[in-house]
């Protein structure tokens, strides 16, 4: 029998009694041969819930969700309290057409000159082109959107025969593109560009409807249950700024992975070093970025799933809060902890993209109130005095809990350079209860899941899917409802210490993720493989984003010893995007002369 174990209220918890406890993980790794004989283990009726049960109490969740009084009350979607209104931004009306709020957020950019790029002088270091490159190359007409667009076409079918294959896409229309291209083009022609955004070229995870195109969530079956009739409400607003739509980008089956691997449609590489993972699940959309193929691409976020590729891959990735932008049309809409968000080269390209798709849901305008949406004011002459006010948060043992000492060494370096360049202040904070935290997640994201599925999977699809995912779905069929409101206790507790950390400090800073690209095991790539101590350590600093909701963002800050990238963490309080976008725009230019370009790049606006 397990003893019970009775926990303080949250508000009564003595932070000096807190000790941090490294995570270990207690599952196996499996490829090939003995990861199909565990999946027919686990899905056997009897054993495979001894096995769950036996899993589930080595790594102490047992004692988490039924031996445990919470006191409690369940919170089953982030709730979050009034805040105060953010310094040194530019407030937004979100009713306000896509094309109006890009252009407002333009203005609040900093001031740029296409021109010195295109002028011939050599650059100090390597730097992506920016959406206003693109724009600038419009515009003079160096170049056409339908210029570029045969590049990009055909890079992406050369890859299909690269060795080892790098498949970025998992649906794709050459003739669909074009069209699109030559639309803008005449735009241009006409002076009748929609916006900045007019002729950019993106990818769409394929979690995330983009008409014409099936919505597979880069499972074999999805697209045959559920079809594709308009796009997703994000995608419709950058449709509406002229974004061209390259197709759906490659992914995690299902969003149900850390890596990216995808035995269906093959793995994508990073493009840093083509034997290591890029990270998922929106491992895609944060490789066609990083290649230099998009300016930017849109991801879901349900576990990391835009950080942690984004910073695998040494590109941006922005968490917005729950609730800032619609759902409506992905796959995964009806969950607590997911979001869409933007992946860019740059910050000031994710700003531009938040733009476009901000914009609540009906029903969370009613259940969250939002607040109305910020851009940062780059321009303005207190921006100096804001950054410098900024007060930022560390819980050091957390902070240092990684795989390698390169990646806190350099998350560090650029804590100091902050405070000597802007006179930040680094503040020591505890954050109890990380353990309850991840259990918490892992029951609410697994539970919404196979509530979603369930229909499915009991009408034969679910031996369709990978490996892995077989797994995972193993583990979420045992939570039963009393564990799933123990999971809801623990995320008003979370909220709770969380809330209480945002009135000491503006920002908590972590790496992105505990390690950097894993190497891609060969035997991994036919079935996929299981690795939890993996995803343990590319989701030790991800979790509070999607359990509470917060925002947050990873930027590219340097690299480790084997020169692949490293990328830091500013998780923000509710609805406090401006905020963080700020800081990491000045985090992005203190490390600009480190940024160093991956082993595949695309040079796609040089065209010669």
């Not at 790594?59 to 409690?72: A, F, G, H, S």
């Not at 959309?285 to 799933?305: K, N, R, W, Y």
């Not at 910020?374 to 902070?399: H, I, M, Q, V």
């Not at 908590?508 to 939890?532: H, Q």
Request: aromatic fraction near 6%; charge should be neutral; glycine fraction near 8%.
């Amino acid at each position: 029998m397990g003893k019970k174990r009775v926990m303080v209220p949250a508000k009564d918890l003595d932070l000096s009694t807190v000790k941090y406890e490294h995570e270990v993980i207690k599952a196996p790794h499996l490829t090939g041969l003995m990861l199909k004989l565990f999946v027919r283990m686990v899905e056997a009726p009897v054993l495979g819930s001894l096995i769950m049960s036996f899993l589930k109490k080595q790594n102490k969740m047992v004692e988490m969700l039924q031996n445990t009084v919470i006191p409690e009350a369940p919170m089953f979607k982030p709730e979050f309290p009034p805040q105060d209104a953010e310094p040194s931004v530019v407030i937004v009306d979100e009713e306000r057409k896509p094309e109006d709020r890009v252009e407002l957020a333009l203005k609040c950019l900093p001031h740029y000159d296409p021109a010195s790029c295109w002028s011939g002088d050599s650059l100090p270091s390597f730097r992506y082109w920016k959406i206003r490159d693109y724009a600038y190359a419009y515009r003079s007409k160096l170049v056409t959107p339908s210029m570029v667009a045969e590049k990009i076409i055909s890079v992406i079918e050369d890859c299909n025969y690269h060795k080892p294959p790098t498949p970025l896409l998992i649906s794709f229309d050459a003739e669909d593109i074009r069209k699109q291209a030559a639309a803008s083009t005449r735009r241009f022609e006409e002076g009748n560009q929609l916006s900045i955004l007019d002729g950019i070229f993106m990818a769409i995870k394929d979690d995330i409807d983009c008409y014409p195109h099936p919505s597979k969530g880069a499972t074999t079956w999805m697209h045959e249950v559920r079809s594709v009739e308009k796009d997703a409400v994000c995608v419709s607003r950058l449709r509406s700024c002229g974004v061209i739509l390259v197709g759906k980008a490659n992914m995690h089956e299902l969003g149900m992975g850390t890596t990216g691997n995808n035995p269906n449609y093959g793995t994508t590489r990073n493009p840093h070093a083509v034997e290591r993972y890029t990270g998922g699940s929106s491992s895609g959309p944060a490789a066609i970025v990083a290649s230099g193929l998009c300016s930017a691409a849109l991801g879901t976020d349900g576990g990391g799933s835009v950080r942690i590729p984004s910073s695998l891959c040494g590109v941006v990735g922005l968490k917005t809060t729950y609730g800032r932008t619609s759902m409506e049309g992905s796959i995964c809409d009806a969950g607590t902890v997911e979001i869409i968000g933007p992946i860019a080269s740059t910050v000031e390209d994710v700003i531009l993209v938040y733009a476009a798709i901000l914009g609540s849901s009906p029903d969370n305008r009613i259940s969250l109130r939002p607040p109305p949406p910020c851009f940062p004011d780059l321009l303005s002459l207190e921006n100096a005095n804001t950054l410098g006010s900024l007060r930022l948060g560390k819980y050091t043992e957390w902070f240092n809990d990684v795989h390698s000492t390169d990646i806190s060494d350099v998350c560090e370096d650029v804590l100091k350079l902050l405070s000597k360049s802007h006179g930040c202040e680094t503040i020591e904070i505890v954050i109890p209860e990380l353990h309850e935290m991840r259990t918490a997640h892992v029951v609410s994201i697994g539970s919404e899941t196979q509530c979603s599925l369930n229909p499915d999977c009991e009408d034969g699809k679910g031996v369709k899917l990978t490996y892995d995912t077989r797994i995972s779905m193993a583990l979420f069929r045992s939570f039963t409802a009393s564990d799933y409101v123990a999971a809801q206790c623990l995320r008003r507790r979370i909220m709770h210490h969380h809330m209480e950390i945002f009135k000491k400090v503006d920002v908590i800073v972590t790496p992105t993720t505990g390690m950097t690209a894993p190497k891609i095991p060969s035997s991994a790539l036919k079935d996929g493989e299981t690795d939890m101590q993996v995803t343990a350590y590319l989701m030790r600093f991800i979790i509070g984003g999607n359990l509470l909701g917060l925002p947050a963002i990873t930027v590219p800050v340097g690299y480790d010893k084997q020169g692949l990238p490293i990328g830091l963490q500013l998780i923000g309080r509710p609805w406090g995007e401006a905020t963080i976008l700020h800081l990491a725009s000045a985090v992005e230019e203190l490390c600009a002369k480190s940024r160093k370009k991956p082993a595949s790049f695309y040079d796609i606006l040089n065209i010669k």
